[in-house]
């Protein structure tokens, strides 16, 4: 099991890519909480809401805490645990409350719905579970900047693939807690992780290697538990030592494959064009693709084509204004009236998002200062400062020379 944890290709992204160290780093912390969990309560508490504050989706460990505590107690009759359990819902209960208004209110949150039709939403989480079910088993579709289309039709494989795999998992889950084995933890741990990446709360890319992360020790452990079991009881010795050693050579085979494709895809995460190239070949129509079509575009000097492939990653949600303005790819066409035009329209595009939350946090009235002195409007982007260091914050040192910078302009536009 831990080998195949170590060498699943889908854990490359997560490790190799800078911006996901949190996730290796939350999941230490929740594995510490529950390998701590009986035997030192207080300290396995602290490592729990250390793990929370590190990323959201290591909330799974919770119910796998509470199903473990309820063995436990059908195990030796113990109680107090329950008393430290209600410690973990209260960590729960604030930190991720304070996430969840945080990212529902804040400029940079969520996004619009996968589909706009709620049996479509359904059919493509279930979908989505699929997905991460044959990937977990099999690597198949590993890829980065994952944006897998939603299940429209009524017989879309991947969506019934995934009831399927959920109504297991969900027998064996329950049929573990009636007899009060350890096993129905580990079934739960896997859709516990995939709950807060299900698209329940909608965001840019919907599916991602880096997620599974979260439930790969699930259902590693589900399906170890589950097998021991079941090899117990084949009666024959002989037909169950066969049974033992197939399973065996296909763990090796399967190890031996994944090592071979982790060490490929780690050559993917030193640089961005490859990594943008892997999304692209995965998911020609995605953001990733366009965006690549659009800077050979600009590359070529074809204003027309750069237009059309950025503006079809707009559709798709993508609004990062400033890799237009950056990039050297676009260089050849970045001082034309249209591509300009779209960075405007684009920098609207946020404004116009931030508008509809009520609340929002230092690093939203940056972007939206920054947005609005793209498009021009200074008083504006004053007005937008001036709120951010009024919160007194981390990024008061940033805010501040820019805040000079706007004034001086501001004061050298008027008449």
């Known amino acids: 099991g831990g080998a195949f944890f170590l060498l699943h290709p889908a854990n490359v992204e997560s490790v190799a890519w800078l911006c996901e160290l949190w996730s290796g780093v939350a999941l230490a912390l929740g594995l510490g909480a529950l390998l701590l969990q009986r035997r030192l309560p207080p300290l396995a508490l602290v490592l729990f809401a250390l793990a929370l504050l590190t990323k959201p989706q290591v909330v799974c460990v919770l119910p796998v805490a509470l199903l473990r505590q309820w063995s436990f107690r059908r195990e030796s009759g113990e109680r107090g645990g329950w008393i430290w359990m209600g410690a973990w819902l209260l960590a729960f209960a604030i930190i991720t409350g304070a996430q969840l208004l945080t990212f529902y209110e804040s400029a940079s949150g969520a996004r619009a719905p996968i589909h706009p039709d709620l049996v479509v939403q359904l059919r493509t989480i279930f ?44 027998a064996l889950a329950l049929s573990a807690l009636r007899r009060g084995r350890e096993e129905a933890a580990w079934w739960v741990w896997g859709p516990a992780a995939f709950l807060p990446v299900s698209q329940v709360l909608p965001f840019l890319y919907p599916f991602g290697d880096r997620y599974l992360l979260f439930m790969l020790p699930g259902l590693i452990g589900g399906v170890l538990l589950a097998g021991a079991r079941w090899g117990a009881a084949i009666r024959d010795p002989a037909l169950r030592e066969t049974a033992a050693r197939i399973a065996a050579a296909a763990a090796v085979a399967l190890c031996v494959g994944f090592s071979v494709w982790s060490h490929a895809r780690a050559a993917l995460w030193i640089s961005e064009d490859r990594v943008l190239a892997d999304a692209a070949r995965r998911w020609p129509d995605g953001v990733p693709a366009h965006l690549l079509a659009a800077r050979r575009a600009a590359l070529a000097g074809d204003l027309d084509r750069t237009l059309a492939e950025l503006e079809a990653s707009r559709a798709q949600g993508w609004d990062y204004y400033g890799d237009m303005q950056n990039n050297r790819a676009y260089e050849g066409v970045r001082a034309t009236p249209r591509f300009q035009a779209l960075v405007h329209d684009m920098a609207g595009d946020l404004i116009a998002r931030a508008s509809k939350t009520p609340r929002h946090t230092q690093m939203d009235l940056r972007d939206i200062a920054e947005a609005h002195r793209v498009r021009g409007e200074t008083g504006a982007a004053i007005a937008a400062l001036e709120r951010a260091l009024e919160m007194r914050g981390p990024l008061d040192a940033e805010l501040r020379p820019r805040l000079v910078g706007l004034r001086a302009q501001a004061a050298r536009e008027k008449p």
């Not at 579970?129 to 900047?145: E, K, P």
Request: hydrophobic share 50%; proline share 9%; glycine share 12%.
């Open 127 to 170: 979908a989505l579970a699929g997905r991460y079910q044959a990937m977990a088993l099999t690597g198949f579709g590993v890829a980065s900047f994952q944006q897998p289309p939603p299940a429209v039709s009524a017989v879309d494989p991947w969506w019934l693939f995934g009831l399927a795999t959920t109504l297991g998992i969900t």
